[in-house]
């Protein structure tokens, strides 16, 4: 979502800025005969008719001196629409954008960018509601997409990164640790099937030591490499039955240890299977 929501602010942006260019510079001070730049926040604000940019776009509101500044409303030629407060010819303070596509952002500006809380409402149905920095989702915030999936945790630079829960549409919930966009670092996978991983993730992947459980009862508890059993790890069946060893692409590979009510002895397995037990 967060590539989804950027795109189209960084894209008007730039077009705004190419439109704006001229006429902001020459709004940026005004001199008196001494050559001594007055400065504009020293001046009151007024309501002056609506002004028309070169490129199209009207102001209508507040200003100061010859800066937008106060509450205002600019619209371009293609329909988009900011409405809210300015300062020194930029978005700051609070303010609604409507993009030409209808997608919304609405929340607090600074320096023309979205800063601190804001929501954008893509016209798709996504929702991000949370902190942003420099246009960018980052801090803590919540993602709500129409399938019923939610996230909420902490971004940095539009990314999920830190701490976060993410709930899909069946049910399956995943809390824990994020790295730009994936799941990675420790955390706890739920299925919607009742089945349980806790522990180690890397990239999206079971990677490292944890412990999956089922809902009949079997348990594992010991290494993962890329989402398969691999080093050493115990399987518990949950009916007596247990292996204590080694493990290799998801099999039992190696030397291990079976053992049924307690009872048991040593031998070799070679891709799941047991080739032989060693001599007591």
């Known amino acids: 979502m967060a590539i989804v929501i950027q795109k189209y602010w960084r894209s008007y942006r730039e077009r705004r800025k190419a439109t704006d260019h001229k006429i ?18 020293d001046k009151p ?15 209508t509101g507040e200003w100061r001196g010859n800066s937008r500044d106060g509450y205002g409303i600019q619209i371009w030629p293609d329909g988009a629409k900011y409405e809210g407060e300015w300062k020194h010819n930029k978005a700051n303070g609070r ?3 409507t993009h030409v596509n209808g997608d919304i952002y609405e929340g607090e500006w600074e320096n023309d960018m979205s800063n601190g809380y804001g929501v954008y409402q893509h016209v798709d149905g996504p929702k991000y509601e949370g902190e942003w920095f420099n246009d960018k989702q980052h801090g803590y915030g919540i ?3 129409p399938d019923g999936s939610i996230y909420e945790g902490y971004f940095q630079n539009s990314y999920k990164h830190g701490q976060g829960k993410y ?6 919930k ?6 730009q966009n994936k ?9 919607a099937d009742g089945r349980k991983y806790e522990g180690d993730f890397y990239f999206g992947n079971m990677h490292g030591r944890g412990i999956y459980t089922w809902p009949d009862g079997r348990r594992y508890e010991g290494l993962y490499f890329n989402d398969k059993k691999h080093g050493f790890g115990i399987y518990d069946w949950g009916d007596g039955r247990k292996y204590e060893g080694e493990w290799e692409n998801g099999k039992q590979h190696g030397r291990g240890y079976f053992s049924i009510n307690k009872k048991g002895k040593y031998g070799l397995w070679q891709k799941g299977k047991r080739i032989s037990w060693e001599e007591q």
Do not use: H, M
Not at 29 to 37: A, W
Not at 167 to 172: V, Y
Not at 174 to 179: A, K
């Open 24 to 41: 902001l510079c020459a709004f940026e001070t005004e001199t008196v005969e001494s050559g001594i730049t007055i400065n504009q926040d």
């Open 45 to 59: 604000r007024i309501e002056k008719p609506t002004f028309t940019f070169p490129g199209g776009a009207t102001y």
């Open 95 to 97: 303010g609604k954008f």
């Open 143 to 145: 993602e709500l997409w």
């Open 167 to 172: 709930i899909w549409n069946n049910g399956q």
């Open 174 to 179: 995943y809390e824990g640790d994020w790295f």
């Open 183 to 191: 799941i990675s670092g420790k955390g706890i996978l739920i299925w």
